[in-house]
């Protein structure tokens, strides 16, 4: 018995009931899977999904949907591609896209210097204070574009396997377990 009168696991079981296990299992399949999809753009999807958490960054600062990030908001799917051009280039904090992206700033920094090396964003020094911004290049929006319909065609066929409803269900459910750990955490 554990404190609290908790049952004690086996720790051979532990992996088959842990959270923290089978959520990272998932995810580095999840990781490979779009990996490969993107595989033909030279992108991660680690690195997507930071460029996606910048420009989200860019519309919330600017207040206006599908606005910022040089335009590379995106109001709405059509077909596949992506609909809008903005034209905001408000960026976002690095500290705000670290929270945004549920990254630690240090890892956040290392990819976004090859993202910057790539020329596909900027990080200017914002005024007044020392606060640094990060911005979506030109080239950075013209990679999004090119990285989009693959996106597009790895998740259409994921939530086509998984269902539609099973696929809310687990964004939900993932949401709940996301906000019960940082609730837990402090």
Not at 33 to 43: I, Q
Request: proline letters at 2%; aromatic letters at 4%; glycine letters at 10%.
């Amino acid at each position: 018995m554990m404190r609290g009168g908790a049952t004690q696991l086996n720790w051979l079981n532990a992996g088959a009931v842990c959270l923290n296990f089978n959520l990272r299992r998932t995810s580095r399949a999840v990781t490979q899977y779009y990996d490969e999809a993107l595989k033909p753009t030279g992108v991660k999807v680690t690195q997507f999904t930071i460029l996606m958490a910048i420009a989200s960054e860019s519309v919330a600062r600017s207040g206006q949907e599908g606005h910022g990030a040089g335009g590379a908001g995106v109001r709405r799917v059509q077909d596949g591609q992506a609909v809008n051009q903005g034209a905001n280039q408000t960026g976002g904090s690095i500290t705000n896209i670290a929270r945004l992206a549920m990254v630690d700033r240090t890892t956040l920094t290392r990819s976004l210097k090859i993202l910057e090396d790539d020329k596909l964003i900027e990080i200017r020094k914002a005024q007044p204070g020392n606060k640094r911004r990060v911005i979506i290049t030109a080239k950075g929006i013209k990679k999004m574009k090119e990285i989009y319909p693959y996106w597009f065609r790895a998740q259409r066929e994921l939530v086509k396997k998984l269902t539609p409803v099973k696929t809310r269900e687990l964004r939900h459910l993932l949401g709940d377990v996301k906000n019960s750990a940082e609730a837990l955490h402090g």
